[in-house]
């Protein structure tokens, strides 16, 4: 299974906004420098959590970003399910541009579907709140110490 930039970064942006000190806001600056990624797409992606309630962005000179909501409230699963707009592994799994002349007969189709399912459920198990188990090894990463 492959997840898109977008989702990666998503994550990221989570991980580092749960790993600030209570009272401190992310910025996209601030998370552009720690990641190397564009501002502008991490602006689009923080549009995106925010629409998702997942995050709350404060405006002004001392604005920033915080999680809208508990680390163990974000489920991982959930968050790639919204994050992702599509999981087709292969031709086959869109209708719409499937010319596959052995769909009917296929069994790969319905053994990589089984996997995506798995896949999706291991992701389920998980919380932000998980992902933050190592907070302090992560915040030295991210230089937020």
């Known amino acids: 299974m492959r997840l898109k930039k977008y989702t990666d970064y998503a994550l990221r942006v989570l991980i580092l906004t749960a790993s600030k ?3 401190e806001l992310a910025t996209k600056k601030e998370i552009s420098e720690v990641f190397h990624i564009s501002e502008n797409h991490l602006g689009k992606i923080i549009h995106e959590l925010n629409k998702l309630g997942l995050i709350e962005t404060i405006r002004g000179r001392s604005g920033g970003i915080r999680l809208a909501k508990d ?4 489920n991982v699963g959930s968050v790639i399910r919204a994050m992702e707009d599509d999981f087709h592994l292969l031709e086959c799994f869109d209708c719409a541009t499937n010319y596959c002349v052995i769909t009917p007969a296929c069994k790969l189709k319905h053994a990589l579907h089984e996997a995506l399912r798995a896949f999706l459920n291991v992701l ?3 919380t932000l709140k998980d992902l ?3 907070q302090d090894e992560l915040r030295e990463l991210m230089g937020l110490e």
């Open 21 to 23: 000190r209570e009272g």
């Open 71 to 74: 680390p163990e409230e974000i």
């Open 124 to 126: 389920d198990g998980y």
């Open 132 to 134: 933050l188990a190592n």
